[in-house]
């Protein structure tokens, strides 16, 4: 999976004025639109992230209210009631039914996908910043440095990612933000590992001793030479290790570790209910199904960028 | 080859320190009460007091740890604070539970990823094709819960009295019994390291039915591993698959392919004979990197179908508070994952006669 | 619990593992030669048991009666032992005859009979005990005189008991019981669904009505003799005030809480103990739910609008908090809704949680709950209102006064009188909220007979019959601690000692009466203050040996003398004999 592209040409200033430029960006997204996952995935996405947007128009109820003695009728784990199923007219609609503490499901998922995309972002996007500064030194800086924090980053992967993240969130504390935090650390050694070789294997080049016979100081030619592009295969990277982290975090807070009550994220709406997975199957399948959906999306989009941005596979 | 592994050896040294030093640090820091844990939640002061000079608890911590990297030089890995028993001798019982799993889930994940990677790479761009990636993307993004839940109820309830009813938890059925292979053999008297390995190989279940020609035993392992080996494999067949079919497509690309199917070699062969066995190379990484997410997922699979192996017996050991056990599993963990990575490595060498290990 | 190097089986193991990942890894595959190797000595701490035997072997013929202690003197007006300091309540225990047996105790216990019952206080063999203490092997290698032996314990995965040859009460009806555990409940009940299991314990909340609807199913609900509370620390603010007490006392819903979150069989908590245990429920019933009244009394406090806190919890499914984090967030929106106090939930861990508690640190609202020991009212308020637990802050010194009267009674009839003014004390001061008293059940296969549940969660399955098959399973929730139950207390390995070993006393199956066991009668003296127990004769126990009044005195004494050179279990620290006979002889030091 190393994909070393030549470098992108991102100068502005461009020597051939009024004639179009070949870029290599505008190359791949034309190639990325002809893969056919990438579009299913980039779809999916964005019918996601509007939910998301929206979440506060498309779901009926507040997703943190129990409706007990609110509603009546209303009583934990009520099955779905769709008027256009043949529900009653006088008895309120609940697309998804209601959950142990009488809340609308549907609502809860509405409101968990603005959690679930949070999640996904934040937590690759905190292992990607530490992990491209850890293989950048490790790469550009060499022997010493490389060796202690290959070696560390070693430890981290001796570990079963998820044990490791267990007992880090034990420590930390339940929670949110400690599960992401956890997932983010365990996912540093990859990108990390991905830099150093993209940065091994860009140092060498003609272009980089070039930017050194003129002068420029190591942290300049790392940050405007090697990073820039060393950042499609971390791109690619990122965007499959999004499903995982969301995941990952899915399953801390389905082993109570994650998310708190009350918020609605879908992990712990499923450990939560697991138990009454026999006696209302859908308070476990609609948020199981929801993180599949999401998940599928960024796997699809991943593998289509990958495609996209292997130049063997350009054929 | 010889030096390489020596390097390599010595690399992982410094690693498996790492590797100590970060789980004492851990366990240490983790909120909470190793006696309440252990005792109850009635346990008085007094009682706890006691408990902590027992177990050395009430020593500094730096004290503690040399105390612990000393043993485990000497190799005794500690006595449960729950179970009271060596670390060892839980491990010996419960490794192989997880061995068992995780070498289905693996075998699973291989053959299906393979030849699903196979098809889709042969029929590129059919609907064949586009079904077998979907199905891949999909095995990706389904968590293991999820997928458990939904086997165990599907094969348990729905299916119940059907051929294809599978139990949905557990290792055997009451009742069918394991004859340990120290006792079959009239080994009992045998001691030392060749009996810990006897019992090791005896509590692998489907070693022992082979061993003893026990077919019963063997069906009934088969049975309760079905379930959970492929909920377990799903995720890293679907990375097989897709790893197969682009590595394929890669080969097939390749000059010499081309030179073949020139000479009017049949494709199937072309296939078979000069593009797998070039395509396999960059799969052995991949499969032999998996065994890390299936340790991992192996911690939620044994949960749910209830499964007594080492993953579940850390995160009781999390909860309960256990430190030495947290510590012991983890090790070993971690020194059979670097075992596995090297033995990757090496195969990669051995497959591939243009890598030279140095 | 030696720290001895344990190199071999150590590397044994990782060569093992090393063979079997090389094994996968396609490089190797293991020699037959490496299972087969050599024989040495070592990891049979069962098979070689040392010997270390105390010198006083009792003969067969002869019967000398064991007194203990042997040498020194319980100072009961002291608190002293030999000198140092004892705050147990037994002063003697003596062998009088090899069927007699005389406990004298400090001060009058009238639940005694109650505490030897409990399944902690089984009788074991004086050379059993010998024998297999000091190496620990009868934490997982019981012998007892029940109706079961324990026949495999596969670590982890299951235990199987077998009929007890030497059982002379009426037959097992199962001649095997297998039980089994699972922490999930819904993965009990697809075990039981799907002919797995015959039978198991807890079923979830939501899965009563399943179970009731299936024809091959029963259900056995389990009264709840347990009680979830919504503590308050009287010394943080604004706990402090017994007003904004009061007013949580009454601006809970406690009736929409049972209904609609706890299983079948629980009943709103009216007073701290429940009903079934003498003089629980006696005196004035908790506040009725009025909210407006609750807003007024806040309102009084100073708080017309209410203020923010905590309500702290753990996640820990126990029988008096079915579905923990569900019912904190139905009372966290009765708290917004009623009383507008908005408190966020915090979740500890278990054990943090205890400890917290126990130190008198959870500072804002935190639910927690007490399941029942033994059947008595001391179990309960003595420990919550009288110095067991700093959770509440400091005491009530009027709450304290009458729980040390009512203690003090010599029948049940005698100390109503004081417990009522316990309870309506309880209720006027509100150091808690009783919220309910969690029911649970058991369920079986239809064809199950005999087939039961246990208030004490003690169910007996030597009066089971499994339809026509000879093998009952059994599901509970996880796998007991070790089998050697003086030194256990989690119900798990309680109910699997209680197959195997007999006390003195036992309970009525499915009652929380005593009914005696291994003892024929056991008769107080007129103050209450000595037990004279009339032994059962021709007991064996399932190693052959024969039961006799020095085994039950050695069977208590080594729990009580924690100077015993046989005060060793799993954990050694015998944490019932602590909390119902109050402390042990020479205490370690602190």
């Given at each position: 999976m190393t994909l070393h592209a030549e470098p992108f040409s991102i100068e502005i200033a461009d020597p051939l004025a009024g004639q179009k430029p070949v870029s290599l960006?505008?190359?791949?997204?034309?190639?990325?639109?002809?893969?056919?996952?990438?579009?299913?995935?980039?779809?999916?996405?964005?019918?996601?992230?509007?939910?998301?947007?929206?979440?506060?128009?498309?779901?009926?109820?507040?997703?943190?209210?129990?409706?007990?003695?609110?509603?009546?009728?209303?009583?934990?784990?009520?099955?779905?009631?769709?008027?256009?199923?043949?529900?009653?007219?006088?008895?309120?609609?609940?697309?998804?039914?209601?959950?142990?503490?009488?809340?609308?499901?549907?609502?809860?998922?509405?409101?968990?996908?603005?959690v679930s995309l949070q999640i996904g972002f934040l937590t690759v996007g905190f292992a990607i910043i530490l992990g491209t500064i850890i293989g950048s030194i490790a790469g550009f800086f060499g022997s010493r440095a490389d060796n202690v924090l290959m070696r560390l980053m070693d430890v981290l992967l001796a570990f079963p990612a998820l044990l490791l993240a267990i007992a880090i969130v034990t420590v930390l504390g339940p929670g949110l933000i400690n599960a992401q935090l956890a997932i983010g650390i365990v996912a540093i050694p990859v990108y990390a590992r991905v830099m150093r070789a993209s940065v091994l294997s860009i140092r060498g080049q003609d272009f980089v001793a070039a930017s050194q016979a003129l002068g420029e100081s190591s942290g300049g030619i790392l940050m405007r030479r090697i990073v820039p592009n060393a950042l499609t295969p971390l791109i690619v990277q990122g965007t499959l290790g999004i499903a995982g982290a969301i995941i990952d975090v899915a399953a801390l807070s389905f082993l109570g570790l994650g998310a708190q009550p009350p918020l609605a994220e879908w992990g712990s709406m499923i450990g939560d209910e697991r138990n009454a997975v026999f006696s209302a199957p859908h308070l476990v399948l609609v948020p199981g199904i929801a993180i599949i959906i999401t998940c599928l999306s960024f796997n699809l989009l991943g593998d289509g960028l990958r495609d996209a941005l292997d130049p063997r596979l350009n054929r | 080859m010889t030096r390489y592994i020596i390097r390599r050896l010595l690399l992982s040294i410094p690693v498996l320190l790492g590797v100590v030093i970060l789980v004492f640090i851990l366990a240490r820091i983790i909120p909470g009460d190793p006696c309440r844990a252990a005792l109850g939640e009635r346990a008085t002061d007094a009682i706890c007091n006691a408990f902590n000079v027992r177990y050395g608890l009430d020593q500094p911590i730096p004290v503690q740890f040399l105390t612990y990297v000393g043993n485990v030089a000497t190799g005794d890995l500690g006595d449960s604070i729950?179970?009271?028993?060596?670390?060892?001798?839980?491990?010996?019982?419960?490794?192989?539970?997880?061995?068992?799993?995780?070498?289905?889930?693996?075998?699973?994940?291989?053959?299906?990823?393979?030849?699903?990677?196979?098809?889709?790479?042969?029929?590129?761009?059919?609907?064949i094709d586009v079904a077998t990636m979907v199905v891949a993307n999909l095995g990706v993004s389904i968590p293991v819960f999820v997928l458990g839940l939904f086997f165990a109820y599907l094969f348990a309830v729905v299916l119940k009295g059907t051929p294809l009813s599978l139990p949905p938890s557990g290792r055997l059925t009451p009742g069918v019994e394991v004859i340990p292979l120290a006792k079959a053999w009239g080994l009992t008297s045998l001691g030392g390291p060749p009996r810990v390995v006897l019992d090791f190989l005896s509590n692998v279940n489907t070693i022992n039915a082979v061993l003893t020609l026990n077919g019963s035993l063997l069906v009934d392992t088969l049975r309760h591993m079905i379930l959970p080996a492929v909920a377990l494999g799903t995720i890293p067949m679907a990375i097989i698959a897709r790893m197969t079919r682009s590595s394929l497509l890669d080969v097939l690309g390749l000059d010499y392919i081309r030179t073949a199917r020139a000479k009017g070699v049949r494709e199937r062969d072309v296939v078979a004979k000069h593009g797998m066995r070039n395509a396999l190379l960059p799969v052995v990484t991949v499969i032999g990197l998996s065994l890390g997410g299936l340790l991992s997922g192996a911690v939620l699979t044994e949960t749910i179908f209830n499964l007594a192996g080492i993953g579940r017996t850390i995160t009781e050991a999390i909860q309960g508070r256990d430190y030495i056990i947290i510590q012991g599993v983890v090790i070993i963990v971690a020194i059979i994952y670097i075992v596995v990575n090297l033995v990757v490595d090496i195969s990669y060498a051995l497959l591939d006669p243009r890598i030279r290990l140095t | 619990m030696s720290r001895t190097p344990r190199r071999s089986p150590l590397l044994a193991l990782l060569a093992t593992a090393g063979i079997l990942v090389a094994a996968c890894g396609g490089a190797a595959t293991p020699s037959p030669a490496a299972s087969t190797a050599a024989p040495a000595a070592a990891s049979a701490a069962a098979s070689t048991a040392p010997s270390v035997a105390p010198s006083s072997a009792p003969s067969a013929a002869a019967f000398t009666p064991m007194v203990y202690p042997a040498t020194g003197n319980v100072d009961c007006a002291a608190k002293?032992?030999?000198?140092?300091?004892?705050?147990?309540?037994?002063?003697?225990?003596?062998?009088?005859?090899?069927?007699?047996?005389?406990?004298?105790?400090?001060?009058?216990?009238?639940?005694?009979?109650?505490?030897?019952?409990?399944?902690?206080?089984?009788?074991?063999?004086?050379?059993?005990?010998?024998?297999?203490?000091?190496?620990?092997?009868?934490?997982?290698?019981?012998?007892?005189?029940?109706?079961?032996?324990?026949?495999?314990?596969?670590?982890?995965?299951?235990?199987?008991?077998?009929?007890?040859?030497?059982?002379?009460?009426?037959?097992?009806?199962?001649?095997?019981?297998?039980?089994?555990?699972?922490?999930?409940?819904?993965?009990?009940?697809?075990?039981?669904?799907?002919?797995?299991?015959?039978?198991?314990?807890?079923?979830?909340?939501?899965?009563?009505?399943?179970?009731?609807?299936?024809?091959?199913?029963?259900?056995?609900?389990?009264?709840?003799?347990?009680?979830?509370?919504?503590?308050?620390?009287?010394?943080?603010?604004?706990?402090?005030?017994?007003?904004?007490?009061?007013?949580?006392?009454?601006?809970?819903?406690?009736?929409?809480?049972?209904?609609?979150?706890?299983?079948?069989?629980?009943?709103?908590?009216?007073?701290?103990?429940?009903?079934?245990?003498?003089?629980?429920?006696?005196?004035?019933?908790?506040?009725?739910?009025?909210?407006?009244?609750?807003?007024?009394?806040?309102?009084?406090?100073?708080?017309?609008?209410?203020?923010?806190?905590?309500?702290?919890?753990?996640?820990?499914?126990?029988?008096?908090?079915?579905?923990?984090?569900?019912?904190?967030?139905?009372?966290?929106?009765?708290?917004q809704k009623n009383l507008g106090i908005t408190a966020t939930i915090e979740v500890q861990e278990s054990t943090t949680y205890i400890d917290n508690s126990d130190a008198g640190k959870l500072d804002g609202l935190f639910l927690l709950g007490w399941g029942v020991d033994y059947p008595d009212q001391t179990d309960f308020v003595d420990y919550h209102f009288a110095g067991g637990t700093k959770a509440f802050g400091p005491l009530f010194p009027d709450v304290v006064g009458a729980i040390k009267k009512a203690a003090q009674g010599a029948s049940d009839d005698a100390r109503k009188a004081d417990y009522i003014t316990v309870n309506g004390l309880i209720k006027q001061h509100v150091p808690m909220v009783p919220v309910a008293h969690g029911g649970s059940a058991t369920a079986f296969k239809a064809d199950v007979e005999g087939a039961h549940s246990s208030p004490l969660t003690s169910e007996v399955f030597a009066v089971m019959k499994p339809g026509d098959r000879t093998q009952l399973v059994f599901s509970q929730n996880a796998e007991p601690g070790g089998l050697y139950c003086a030194d256990e207390s989690d119900g798990e390995s309680l109910r699997v000692c209680e197959q195997i070993t007999q006390g003195l006393y036992g309970?009525?199956?499915?009652?929380?009466?005593?009914?005696?066991?291994?003892?024929?009668?056991?008769?107080?003296?007129?103050?209450?203050?000595?037990?004279?127990?009339?032994?059962?004769?021709?007991?064996?126990?399932?190693?052959g040996s024969t039961f006799d009044a020095n085994d039950v005195v050695q069977s208590f004494a080594v729990q009580w003398d924690a100077a015993n050179p046989l005060h060793k279990g799993r954990t050694s620290d015998f944490s019932y004999w602590a909390g119902l006979f109050g402390g042990f002889l020479n205490p370690p030091a602190q």
């Open positions: 960006l505008r190359d791949t997204l034309r190639n990325i639109l002809r893969q056919r996952s990438a579009i299913v995935g980039l779809t999916a996405l964005a019918f996601l992230v509007l939910v998301a947007i929206f979440a506060g128009v498309i779901a009926p109820f507040d997703p943190t209210q129990p409706l007990l003695g609110i509603e009546e009728n209303a009583r934990p784990r009520l099955a779905p009631c769709i008027h256009l199923l043949g529900c009653p007219a006088g008895q309120p609609e609940h697309l998804m039914g209601l959950d142990g503490n009488a809340r609308d499901v549907f609502s809860r998922v509405v409101f968990g996908s603005r | 729950r179970f009271g028993r060596p670390v060892s001798q839980i491990l010996v019982e419960r490794l192989p539970v997880t061995l068992e799993l995780t070498v289905y889930a693996l075998i699973f994940a291989a053959v299906f990823g393979i030849l699903l990677g196979r098809l889709s790479a042969i029929r590129r761009n059919s609907p | 002293t032992f030999d000198g140092k300091a004892y705050t147990g309540e037994v002063k003697a225990i003596k062998a009088l005859d090899a069927k007699t047996v005389e406990f004298d105790l400090c001060v009058p216990d009238v639940a005694f009979l109650s505490k030897v019952a409990f399944s902690s206080f089984a009788i074991n063999d004086t050379d059993y005990l010998a024998a297999h203490v000091p190496d620990g092997s009868i934490v997982q290698q019981p012998n007892g005189t029940g109706p079961y032996m324990l026949k495999e314990w596969v670590k982890g995965d299951h235990i199987t008991l077998a009929a007890n040859p030497n059982w002379t009460g009426t037959p097992v009806l199962a001649p095997t019981v297998v039980v089994k555990w699972s922490a999930e409940a819904a993965q009990r009940l697809v075990e039981l669904q799907s002919g797995n299991v015959d039978g198991i314990d807890n079923v979830g909340t939501t899965d009563f009505e399943t179970v009731s609807k299936d024809s091959t199913l029963k259900l056995f609900p389990r009264e709840g003799l347990n009680t979830l509370y919504i503590g308050m620390n009287v010394a943080d603010k604004p706990w402090d005030n017994e007003k904004v007490r009061q007013a949580i006392g009454m601006g809970i819903d406690r009736a929409q809480i049972v209904k609609n979150f706890f299983p079948g069989g629980s009943s709103v908590a009216d007073y701290f103990t429940p009903c079934s245990i003498p003089n629980g429920c006696v005196g004035d019933p908790w506040y009725t739910f009025d909210p407006v009244a609750a807003k007024k009394l806040l309102a009084d406090a100073g708080f017309p609008n209410g203020f923010k806190t905590k309500l702290q919890l753990r996640d820990a499914v126990r029988g008096y908090m079915p579905q923990p984090k569900i019912i904190a967030q139905e009372i966290q929106s009765q708290l309970y009525k199956v499915a009652g929380t009466a005593v009914e005696p066991a291994l003892a024929k009668q056991c008769t107080p003296s007129a103050d209450l203050m000595t037990w004279t127990c009339d032994l059962q004769e021709n007991i064996k126990f399932a190693d």
